[in-house]
């Protein structure tokens, strides 16, 4: 079983749509990462979190500490959404990567 | 800032080449990280500095592969031989702090024929 665990693997959406990923963790963590990687390959960090929630502009993320689990919501998706979105925890500096959600919004 | 810079981005030799690949960090930050990224084994931690002192390089595959940090505005990663399984995307980023945000380059794509 992995560390960190994310889902759904692939997700589509029409635009406009509320979306939710989800990542689960076995781990002890000092804080959550959230990334987003384009279609070119570049990678954006876009939260770190160790506890409650953030939210920025459309992108909301919230961690459970208890239950070790964090979930990515993004309202009124829109097809520059489409990306793979990677969950990673930190153990200090250490980070360890969940295998992404390729997420694909359709206009 | 221009953010983390990486180079080459691409680069293609031949197995048993020595290979080096480059990464200037965001000024000011004190910690700095070599990722792996392929389709098998996704985003892996290769190793990291923290004030140019090497912390963590468990995930080093092999001798083959080594870095340094000279000073806090370069890093090195470089493999030696190269070998086809070395293929991958290779991703320098650096943090303001260990722990904290990290930011990352725009990777260098590596091709061992």
């Known amino acids: 079983k992995n560390e960190v665990e994310q889902s759904p693997q692939n997700l589509t959406a029409q635009e406009g749509e509320f979306i939710t990923i989800n990542c689960s963790y076995s781990?002890?963590?000092?804080?959550l990462h959230w990334l987003q990687q384009h279609p070119g390959g570049g990678i954006v960090s876009l939260f770190m979190?160790?506890?409650g929630k953030k939210k920025h502009g459309r992108l909301i993320a919230t961690i459970n500490i208890q239950e070790k689990h964090s979930s990515l919501h993004i309202t009124a998706s829109h097809p520059r959404d489409s990306a793979v979105y990677i969950c990673?925890?930190?153990?200090?500096?250490?980070?360890?990567f969940g295998e992404g959600t390729q997420l694909t919004v359709n206009p | 800032d221009a953010g983390v810079i990486q180079s080459p981005r691409h680069e293609v030799t031949e197995m048993g080449q020595e290979v080096t690949l480059r990464c200037k960090p965001i000024?000011?930050?004190?910690?700095l990280f070599w990722y792996r990224q392929t389709m098998m084994r996704g985003l892996e931690l290769l190793i990291y500095?923290?004030?140019?002192?090497?912390?963590?390089d468990s995930g080093m595959p092999e001798d083959r592969f080594s870095a340094k940090m000279p000073n806090a505005s370069f890093s090195t990663l470089k493999i030696q031989p190269s070998e086809p399984r070395d293929s991958a995307v290779y991703f320098c980023?650096?943090?303001?702090?260990?722990?904290?945000?990290?930011?990352f380059g725009p990777g260098t794509r590596l091709t061992v024929l």
């Open positions: 980023a650096s943090s303001y702090v260990a722990g904290g945000e990290q930011f």
């Open positions: 781990v002890g963590i000092s804080a």
């Open positions: 979190l160790s506890s």
């Open positions: 990673a925890v930190g153990s200090g500096s250490r980070l360890t």
């Open positions: 000024s000011g930050h004190n910690s």
């Open positions: 500095f923290n004030n140019n002192v090497p912390i963590d």
